[in-house]
């Protein structure tokens, strides 16, 4: 983080991502990532039907990318009046870069478009870096389900409330100004 942020309290913006629907020409990159990252990575065939269930307005799916290459990708499911958070990743040699929070900022204005009250997911316990990037959005941990994962390790699941008035907004545009719903988006010409 820049001395800047550090002042202003303020994480530093993601510069130069560009945040658009997932499609099937990115999977393959995605792919990439996604081995790298998770013990069990979703098949190219589950993501192929996430988009297609994007394409009837079920789910939700972005892409992130810089300088033309694709540096994260995250999706939700939407249920009634809650958005539930199902993958979100960066390549890992971008993490801590502001790409999480940048697509997680996405996600949640979505979320609050579709009038969603709320936004949950599960998280590994183990899994640190995920944890601190929801608690920055206000996730906060509602229960566990046990030997959720490969049936050995447990789930932590996580609720962020209270997404759609004034206060939420505020904290999105704080946390992602570079968002396209943000009012602080820097306008260019
Ligand atoms: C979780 C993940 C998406 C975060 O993406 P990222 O682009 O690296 O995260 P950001 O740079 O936007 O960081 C946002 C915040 O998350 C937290 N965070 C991110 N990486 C962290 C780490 N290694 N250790 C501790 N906190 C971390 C911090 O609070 C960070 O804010 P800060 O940099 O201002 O301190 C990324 O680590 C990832 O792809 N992990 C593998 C896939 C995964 O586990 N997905 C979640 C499944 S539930």
């Not at 020409?25 to 998770?38: F, M, P």
């Not at 192929?48 to 990708?73: P, W």
């Not at 183990?126 to 608690?135: E, F, I």
């Amino acid at each position: 983080m820049s001395v800047l942020s550090r002042l202003l309290n303020r994480p530093p913006p993601a510069r130069g991502l560009v945040i658009e629907p997932m499609r099937r020409r990115d999977l393959t990159a995605i792919q990439v990532i996604e081995r790298q990252v998770y013990p069990q990575p979703w098949s190219l065939n589950v993501f192929a039907n996430e988009i297609e269930m994007a394409r009837q307005g079920q789910r939700y799916y972005v892409c992130a990318h810089r300088a033309g290459q694709l540096v994260g990708y995250a999706g939700m499911m939407i249920v009634a009046d809650e958005g539930h958070i199902t993958n979100i990743a960066a390549d890992p040699n971008r993490q801590r870069e502001g790409i999480g929070r940048r697509l997680l900022a996405d996600l949640a204005w979505e979320a609050r478009r579709c009038r969603c009250t709320g936004l949950t997911l599960e998280v590994r316990l183990s899994n640190v870096a995920a944890q601190g990037l929801y608690h920055q959005f206000g996730f906060e941990p509602a229960g566990i389900r046990q030997r959720y994962y490969e049936n050995v390790e447990d789930a932590i699941v996580m609720w962020c409330h209270d997404i759609g008035g004034a206060e939420y907004a505020r904290r999105l545009t704080q946390l992602s100004p570079q968002s396209p719903q943000s009012p602080l988006r820097p306008v260019h010409r």
